[in-house]
């Protein structure tokens, strides 16, 4: 199959690195170093992507069991997301990280901003999205 400029493959990756997709955040929703983010603020650019190109699917996996929903639901059509700004990654302890963020998106004409303080977990070596402070 031939890649377009459209691919995701060849793509700039939606979370702002400098790495087109499959070289940035497409390693951790795909292939052998799948789920395995190095870090949380890795885990959270990746999920970012993932909330960008509806990969629900990840989004579940990379949720900590203790707050997971039982399902999410892909955009609604018309949904655009603008960007991402990481404001800073703190580690708690080698388990414990924090990482502050703005995502900006736009719906219908309708501009939105979502600013999280989110919280992360470490466990049997992978990390977890564990909740947030809007």
Not at 9 to 20: D, E, H, N, R, T
Not at 24 to 30: A, D, L
Not at 59 to 82: I, M, V
């Amino acid at each position: 199959m031939k890649k377009t400029a459209k691919s995701p493959v060849l793509a700039p990756c939606p979370c702002g690195g400098a790495a087109g997709y499959e070289a940035c955040c497409g390693r951790w929703h795909r292939g052998p170093q799948r789920l395995m983010a190095p870090d949380a603020q890795t885990l959270m650019r990746s999920r970012y992507t993932a909330f960008v190109l509806d990969e629900l699917d990840y989004l579940l996996e990379t949720w900590h069991a203790s707050t997971r929903p039982a399902s999410l639901q892909a955009n609604p059509p018309g949904t655009k997301w603008l960007g991402l700004e990481v404001r800073r990654h703190e580690c708690q302890d080698a388990e414990h990280a924090t990482v502050e963020f703005i995502a900006r998106s736009r719906h219908s004409g309708r501009a939105s901003r979502l600013h999280e303080t989110s919280r992360f977990v470490r466990e049997d070596g992978r990390w977890f999205y564990v909740n947030g402070d809007f």
